[in-house]
T-cell receptor, first 111, second 114 residues
Framework: DVKVTQSSRYLVKRTGEKVFLECVQDMDHENMFWYRQDPGLGLRLIYFSYDVKMKEKGDIPEGYSVSREKKERFSLILESASTNQTSMYLC??????????FGSGTRLTVV | AQSVTQPDIHITVSEGASLELRCNYSYGATPYLFWYVQSPGQGLQLLLKYFSGDTLVQGIKGFEAEFKRSQSSFNLRKPSVHWSDAAEYFCAVGPTGTASKLTFGTGTRLQVTL
């Protein structure tokens, strides 16, 4: 089975901190995604990557950046964390036609 | 642009009752369609998928879904709900673009009463 691993389940950070969320997949997938999930809003795409060093903005990229230096690792960076970035963050990789495989999520609280 | 509508935000059913969760999509080509389930505090788990062939697809945990092209729907069903089915359910459609993005609905939260 494909494994997508997010390094932290829970994080608490202070406003203004630079935050790194890490995601690793073990199946050599080219395409990886970062979503945030908020009640009533579903999943919203932040950034995605279809190859090493390639990235594209999703629907809500403001305040975020990403890094993909190796195929298996896709990092989400909050340049200066703010309270409105408190959310559940989900990483996924895709293997059509089987769909996305998601990580367990990182619940980030910014205080 | 593609979109997914899950018209029911919250559904409550009694244990043992049947369940149908609605999903309507808008997509310019033959879609891939997915249903995911999310238990509290967890990531999303794939329940089932459709990409061609038989329009009635079987998934895990006794779930099934039927693709109806004429209605642009992909409703999820289960004949008899168990208390452990209480979770949030997401419908998704795709792929689009270079990275084969999926578009998700806003989810339906299922509550099961005993």
């Amino acid at each position: 089975d494909v494994k997508v691993t997010q390094s932290s389940r829970y994080l608490v950070k202070r406003t203004g901190e630079k935050v790194f969320l890490e995601c690793v997949q073990d199946m050599d997938h080219e395409n990886m995604f970062w979503y945030r999930q908020d009640p009533g809003l579903g999943l919203r795409l932040i950034y995605f990557s279809y190859d090493v060093k390639m990235k594209e903005k999703g629907d809500i990229p403001e305040g975020y950046s990403v890094s993909r230096e190796k195929k298996e690792r896709f990092s989400l960076i909050l340049e200066s964390a703010s309270t409105n970035q408190t959310s559940m963050y989900l990483c996924a990789s895709i293997n059509l036609p089987y769909g996305y495989t998601f990580g367990s999520g990182t619940r980030l609280t910014v205080v | 642009a593609q979109s997914v509508t899950q018209p029911d935000i919250h559904i409550t059913v009694s244990e043992g009752a049947s369940l149908e969760l609605r999903c309507n999509y808008s997509y310019g080509a033959t879609p891939y369609l997915f249903w995911y389930v999310q238990s509290p505090g967890q990531g999303l788990q794939l329940l089932l998928k459709y990409f061609s062939g038989d329009t009635l697809v079987q998934g895990i945990k006794g779930f099934e879904a039927e693709f109806k092209r004429s209605q642009s729907s992909f409703n999820l069903r289960k004949p008899s709900v168990h208390w452990s089915d209480a979770a949030e359910y997401f419908c998704a459609v795709g792929p689009t673009g270079t990275a084969s993005k999926l578009t998700f609905g806003t989810g339906t939260r299922l509550q099961v009463t005993l």
